[in-house]
């Protein structure tokens, strides 16, 4: 991976992470892959989800989403149906307040959906992202 999109996902990470803990609510960076930069940082000043940005903001991009989750906990369900909703995302992160951070990056989109319910049935909230990453689906990934 190269040193500047390490930099990119730290500085993403750290965005979140102050703004969060400053605030209490969850924010969101969006990192354009092809350009190599930050292309939106904001929030929806909630506590427990944040909204995407107007699509014309991502369209047609490759990207990364930095969110964080002042909870600590890990990707949601919702996260993940965000990001299979959307092929402009890649990867999606959660940066929790403790310091841990969960990710994954979108391999196949086709079928994703029904599988996401399948493996929220047999593997539960906290194991469903496992469950896709057995099916070829996603890779958990760390930032």
Not at 65 to 88: C, F, G, I, K, Q
């Amino acid at each position: 991976m190269c040193r500047g999109l390490q930099r990119l996902r730290k500085t993403a990470q750290e965005i979140v992470l102050r703004a969060g803990l400053a605030t209490g609510f969850e924010f969101l960076v969006l990192i354009d892959l092809g350009a190599g930069e930050i292309i939106y940082c904001g929030t929806t000043e909630q506590t427990t989800r944040v909204g995407l940005p107007s699509y014309d903001v991502f369209k047609g991009k490759a990207v990364e989403v930095h969110h964080n989750h002042p909870r600590s906990s890990p990707l949601s369900v919702e996260d993940v149906l965000t990001a299979a909703h959307y092929e402009e995302i890649i990867r999606m992160y959660a940066h929790g307040h403790d310091g841990r951070s969960w990710g994954c990056e979108i391999k196949k989109r086709w079928g994703l959906i029904p599988a996401l319910h399948k493996a929220v049935i047999d593997k539960g909230e906290g194991g469903f992202i496992e469950g896709l990453a057995a099916d070829g689906l996603v890779d958990a990934c760390g930032p």
